[in-house]
């Protein structure tokens, strides 16, 4: 009976002994996977801007979606100032309508916005396309039903659901790309927008636009469209107003393309709102409004498109005042002075070297 007593002291041993390496050898892979994964601090920021939203600590009256044409055209900070509007831009590089959809499903898990703003610059892309704007976008969403549906939806043929389980398999290979950067931000990763908006003040005007090549067919793929339904249909279900809205950039869009838009709005009774035709109205001047020859709007442009639309918003919709709101308030007094900084410190770069050093001055298409 002793002997038999003295053994369970080392089986307990045992056990404690291989918790501990599985729990060491899990943190050693979270730590190894956190440290491979591109952090977007600089350069390509827009990899940072999905899973900044889970940081607010404000309600929000409304909601932009979208591709480059949303967090590059409107200033949620300016609308503040402007008009009280609490507003949040979930926007990311070339963000499919698949992904809007999915964004939107993880934004209704913690709070119903007022107003949804839908970008429509990305339903030319019918499908998703490529791998890494998949990850920008889906890599920062916290893990959930809509998580696991938008990777599904997302992938191309050569990516693999458990590459998003353990990123890891997709970025083992960073190892001699590693910087600095890399291993200051495994824990914690700084703010890159203001409410998801991407700054630029920098200003290279619009030359002239290319001519587009005719296309056989203008309408919309059934993919895009079954999504913008399902966007349309979600926000019906939860007494949301949804907004479909043109950014004021002409570059590579077709005039066919505004018409299907019309169209479908016309027929289910939503507002479309295409800015290209209220440029004069909004004082929007492209010699100066855009940082990169009329591809996106810089800080001038996107300050005169928010308080214009800003206007609109409050003209039409019943959303609060969120600067009579002292708990709000506070938290936009902070974000304003983050937003003034920001803006200051790239004015300072652009004077004193000609260009942006850290503001994502590599940023991409959207």
């Known amino acids: 009976m002793a002997k038999s007593q003295n053994k369970n002291p080392k089986r307990i041993n045992k056990v404690i002994t291989a918790l501990v390496l599985l729990a060491l050898s899990f943190a050693i892979l979270w730590f190894v996977q956190r440290l491979f994964m591109p952090k977007y601090q600089k350069g390509v920021i827009e990899g940072s801007f999905t899973e900044e939203y889970y940081k607010e600590k404000v309600p929000h009256d409304v909601i932009f979606f979208g591709d480059c044409d949303a967090y590059e055209s409107y200033s949620p900070i300016k609308m503040y100032e402007e008009y009280g509007i609490s507003a949040y831009i979930r926007g990311s590089g070339e963000q499919y309508i698949c992904q809007s959809y999915y964004l939107l499903r993880d934004v209704l898990r913690t709070e119903t916005p007022k107003v949804v703003v839908m970008s429509i610059h990305n339903l030319q892309f019918d499908v998703p396309r490529k791998e890494e704007y998949n990850r920008m976008t889906l ?23 458990l590459s998003y389980v353990f990123p890891i398999l997709r970025y083992h290979d ?4 590693l910087t600095k950067t890399d291993f200051e931000h495994v824990f914690s990763k700084d703010i890159t927008s203001c409410n998801g908006y991407y700054m630029r003040c920098d200003v290279k005007p619009q030359g002239k636009l290319p001519r ?13 469209m079954d999504y913008l339904d399902r966007i349309r249909l979600l926000c019906e279900e939860k007494g949301i107003e949804l907004i479909l809205v043109r950014a004021p950039i002409e570059y590579k869009w077709y005039e066919q393309w505004d018409a299907n838009v ?5 027929k289910y009774g939503l507002t479309y709102i295409n800015f290209c035709e209220h ?8 010699s100066v409004d855009t940082y990169d020859e009329g591809h996106h709007l810089n800080i001038y442009g996107a300050e005169k498109l928010s308080v214009y639309f800003g206007r609109y918003l409050t003209e039409n919709y019943e959303l609060t005042d969120y600067r009579q709101v002292p708990e709000v308030a506070s938290e936009y007094e902070k974000k304003i002075k983050f937003y003034n900084d920001m803006r200051d410190d790239q004015l300072y ?7 942006l050093r850290s503001y994502g001055a590599n940023a991409i298409e959207g």
């Open 174 to 177: 960073r190892w001699n790309e």
């Open 212 to 224: 587009l090549s005719p296309l056989l067919n203008y309408r919309f793929g059934e993919n895009a």
């Open 139 to 161: 890599d920062g969403m916290r893990w959930s039903k809509d998580k696991i549906d938008a990777i599904n939806a997302s992938m191309t043929e050569n990516e693999t659901f």
């Open 279 to 286: 440029k004069d109205e909004m004082g929007l001047d492209m």
């Open 349 to 355: 770069e652009l004077e004193t070297y000609g260009e």
């Open 262 to 266: 019309e169209e479908y709005a016309a």
